[in-house]
C-alpha cells in the first residue's frame, strides 16, 4: 500500500478485556516495529519483525503483551487483561530493511477504563 | 541504553522567524531521523539523515556524527509548522530510540 495502515484508529476497552491492533506495512518492507507512546513523550520501542521472526521483544512490558506476524506482512499486538497503564497511542512502523528510513502509520490510541 | 536529547523543550516563534532544533545522542549512531507529529499523533518523516546536510524547503537538517548531535532547522516559519519535532536514532539497525521532542509554536 502507499503508507503503513493502523486498524483500529480508536478503542477504547474495559480493564481486563483483551485488544488486537492490526498494522498492515508498506509492500516489500522486511522490517517491521511496534512502538508505544505515552501522553507527553516518545514513541518507546516495544518489537521488532524481520519477515515473520520477531527478532527483538525486549521492549513488551509485560507478558500480556503479544506481538505476531506470521506470513512477514500484516502484524497483530495482542494485549490480554487490560490495564490502565496501557492506555497509549500505538504506533507501527516498517522498513525496506533493518536500518533503512523507517515510516509509521497514523496509530491506535487505546483508552482502558 | 543510548540517551537522545533534544533542546529546546519548548519553542514559541512569531510568523516568519527562523529557529534551530537540537538533537545530542550518547553514543554513534548508524541512522537518525527527525519527524513532526500532526496533532492526529501521525509521525510524518522530516528527514533521514545519519550524516551530512539536506535541505526541503524551508526546512534543513545537519548532523555530525563525529560530535554526536545533530540541528534541524526551520527556516521563515509559518504556522503550518507547528508540530511536537522529534529526533530518534538506531545504534543497531533497527531499534529507534526517540527524545522527548520539542514543542514548536508558530504564532500569527
Known amino acids: 500500500g502507499a503508507g503503513v495502515s493502523q486498524s483500529p484508529r480508536y478503542k477504547v476497552a474495559k480493564r481486563g478485556q483483551d485488544v488486537a491492533l492490526r498494522c498492515d506495512p508498506i509492500?516489500?518492507?522486511?522490517?517491521l516495529f511496534w512502538y508505544q507512546q505515552a501522553l507527553g513523550q516518545g514513541p518507546e520501542f516495544l518489537t521488532y519483525?524481520?519477515?515473520?521472526?520477531?527478532?527483538?521483544k525486549s521492549g513488551l512490558p509485560s507478558d500480556r503483551f503479544f506481538a505476531e506476524r506470521p506470513e512477514g506482512s500484516v502484524s497483530t499486538l495482542k494485549i490480554q487483561r487490560t490495564q490502565q497503564e496501557d492506555s497509549a497511542v500505538y504506533l507501527c512502523?516498517?522498513?525496506?530493511?533493518?536500518?533503512?528510513?523507517?515510516?509509521f502509520g497514523q496509530g491506535t490510541r487505546l483508552t482502558v477504563v | 541504553g543510548i540517551q537522545v536529547e533534544q533542546s529546546p523543550p519548548d519553542l514559541i516563534l512569531q510568523e516568519g522567524a527562523n529557529s534551530t532544533l537540537r538533537c545530542n545522542f550518547s553514543d554513534s549512531v548508524n541512522n537518525l531521523q527527525w519527524f513532526h507529529q500532526n496533532p492526529w499523533g501521525q509521525l510524518i518523516n522530516l528527514f533521514y539523515?545519519?550524516?551530512g546536510t539536506k535541505q526541503n524547503g524551508r526546512l534543513s537538517a545537519t548532523t555530525v556524527a563525529t560530535e554526536r548531535y545533530s540541528l534541524l532547522y526551520i527556516s521563515s516559519s509559518q504556522t503550518t509548522d507547528s508540530a511536537v519535532y522529534f529526533c530518534a536514532v538506531d545504534l543497531n539497525d533497527y531499534k529507534l530510540s526517540f527524545g522527548a521532542g520539542t514543542t514548536v509554536t508558530v504564532r500569527a
Open positions: 519483525f524481520q519477515n515473520e521472526a520477531q527478532l527483538d
Open positions: 509492500s516489500g518492507h522486511v522490517s
Open positions: 512502523a516498517s522498513s525496506f530493511e533493518g536500518g533503512t528510513e523507517a515510516f
Open positions: 539523515i545519519p550524516s
